[in-house]
């Protein structure tokens, strides 16, 4: 597909103001799944994210939209609303042109929303602005489009209505996506790969598999890449896109967002925000990468201490799909052996706990959670 007719677009919003519940509309109205196949937060992929309504980890999908007798493909990054992943946000935003700003009409606009719209605004994107829920009985529509007019000084008409739940102007939203958020811009030197990873996850047989958007040139299956700032390089095992299941393709082209199969099975390899290029012909890092650096820290011990091996085996596991989680072993006088942990928030260590005691099967004791601060004295000295 010309790349003129690809939308790349990342949805901005609070947690419950109903990012999941249209994401899922827009799925049904570009037949992107069949109706029968549908079920409540499609992009929400673990469980543990549907259970809790809230997006946890971020789930690419391409959808088709015929406008006027042209088809055009357009890739959905969806995100966490969470603070804790503010970073991984930076990422997806970076790997798109537009963002619809969604607005819960029965709430308004939350301060969190505004840190990732400025995000989105430094970043130059197209901010669509969006107000969800308006079936509501409770909506406040008047006051909330007027808040979003100061926030974006933006004409009263530009501020678009939907309703996740019925359906109502998700069409009108979709065709408007088309018009107002421009298409990928090519870089000059287009014969040479640069792909920005904004998220990845990791399968048994295939090793780890990145969610990538191909900046400028082309990937193939059997090319040999290199991770920029890892150093790391692979064969390349299969590429394609998500729709929203896997669709392996005989290539990934400049301007499209999918998948690359790497094939690595080593923890600490793989992080948020590194890029790939070719071995043969190198390319430096798009910028913004940064380091995971967690910001909480807690320790987790196994019950018994007959499942230490199995604790420390679920740690590599989780570490394989969640560059930002960090651990190394410690000992306690009372409590034995475990393993000091670092998340980059309250809610990142709430879902590691939640998945290890799931996906491991075995009982824990998690240390009451504490942060590292810097006092720095009158005198100048630093602890």
Known sequence: MAFEHIRNFSIIAHIDH????????MLEVTHTVERRLMREQVLDSMDLHRERGITIKMSPVRMEFS????????????????????????????????????????QGVQAQTLTTLSM????????????????????????????????????????????GKTGQGVRELIEAIIERIPPPTLTPKSDSLRALV??????????????????S???????????????????????????????QLPELQAG????????IKKPGIVSVGDTLTLSRNPEPALPG????????????????????????????????????????EESSGTLGRGFRCGFLGMLHLEIVTERLKRE?????????????YEVTYNDGRVE
């Open 18 to 25: 109903g990012k999941s519940t249209l994401a899922d509309r």
């Open 198 to 215: 904004f998220d990845y996850t990791y399968s048994n047989h295939r090793g780890i598999i990145v969610h990538t958007r191909i900046f």
């Open 120 to 163: 989105a605004q430094e970043q130059g994107l197209t901010i669509i602005p969006v107000i969800s829920k308006v079936d509501s009985p409770l909506a406040n529509l008047d006051e909330v489009t007027m808040e979003i007019v100061d926030i974006l000084s933006c004409d009263p008409s530009d501020v678009l209505r939907v309703s």
């Open 256 to 263: 499209q967002i999918g998948y690359i199969v790497t094939g």
């Open 289 to 328: 990468y940064r380091a995971p650096k967690p910001v909480v820290w807690a320790s987790v011990f196994p019950e018994s201490q007959d499942d230490l091996h199995v604790l420390r085996q679920a740690l590599e596991k989780l570490r394989l799909s969640d560059s930002s989680l960090s651990y190394e």
């Open 217 to 247: 040139g082309t990937v193939r299956e059997k090319d040999r890449l290199r991770f920029v700032e890892a150093g790391e390089e692979f064969l390349t095992n299969g590429v394609g896109i998500f729709v929203p299941k896997e669709k």
């Open 67 to 106: 406008k006027e007798g042209v088809t055009y493909a357009l890739n959905l990054i969806d995100t966490p609303g969470h603070i804790d992943f503010s970073y991984e946000v930076s990422r997806a935003l970076k790997a798109v042109e537009g963002a619809l700003l969604l607005v819960d009409a029965t």
């Open 360 to 372: 491991s099967n075995i009982d824990i004791i998690v240390t009451t959670p504490s942060i590292t």
